[in-house]
């Protein structure tokens, strides 16, 4: 069996929040299960592998994000490899270039994302920066809890084609409507940082079964559980508003 590849676009652009870990998660749950499994680093410049199983961007800046979707345009293999199959799993300014469009700057400059999800994002009144939680409606109807941070001033509006990941329950999430994130197909897109695989396993092994299409067995981690015990009792006592 080749060995699952999990590509991690653009770290140089999209890599001051620490989302690289989702990718680390991403392989060493597989590893821990027997599976083989590569991480390879794309930065802007070197041709986006079409052989990825899932493919992966993180939060950044403004600017970067502009520049990140241009590279990506421009290089055009992410495009080919998701139409053949592989997920994408992007969060906040990852998130957002992957929708339709996106404002930069002060003067709310409109640049076109990727297109892949039917989302557009715009600057929102106040930037939302502190813990985010969120209930995961995962797909055996089975309940679960996102918990991450978020730190974004762009709110973030689903077209029809997009469906909600999950319904806020402590922090602002995609606009303050109490949606957080956006599925449509194989893609995934949402706010959190934490790493918000490394906080949410179950999240991280969604995504692997997606691109496996197979059910993966569990990895029980009582260490894992308990600190996300003491992450939701936490955001829910220090409870924005
Ligand atoms: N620059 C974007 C915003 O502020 C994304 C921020 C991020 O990736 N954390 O909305």
Known sequence: MNPVEIVLLYQS???????????????????ARGREAVLRQIEPGQPVPASGAIYL??????????????QLRQDGRLFAALDAGACLFAVCAGFQ???RSFTVGHDDQVIEGLGLLDVETRRGPRRAVGEV????????????????????????????????????EVGVGNNGDGTEGAVQGRIIGCYPHGPVLARNPELADHLLELALGQPLDPLPNPEIDDLRRQRLDWARRHHRR
């Open 57 to 70: 961007l993180g939060g950044g800046e403004d600017a970067a994000q502009v520049t990140a979707v241009r």
């Open 97 to 99: 270039i992957t929708g």
């Open 13 to 31: 652009l999209l890599g001051i929040y620490g989302d690289r870990g989702n990718a680390v998660v991403l392989r060493e749950r597989l590893r």
């Open 133 to 168: 939680l969120s209930r995961w409606t995962k797909p055996d109807g089975g309940q679960s809890v996102i918990t991450g941070f978020e730190n974004h001033g762009g709110h973030t509006y689903l077209g029809p084609e997009a469906t909600p990941l999950a319904r806020v």
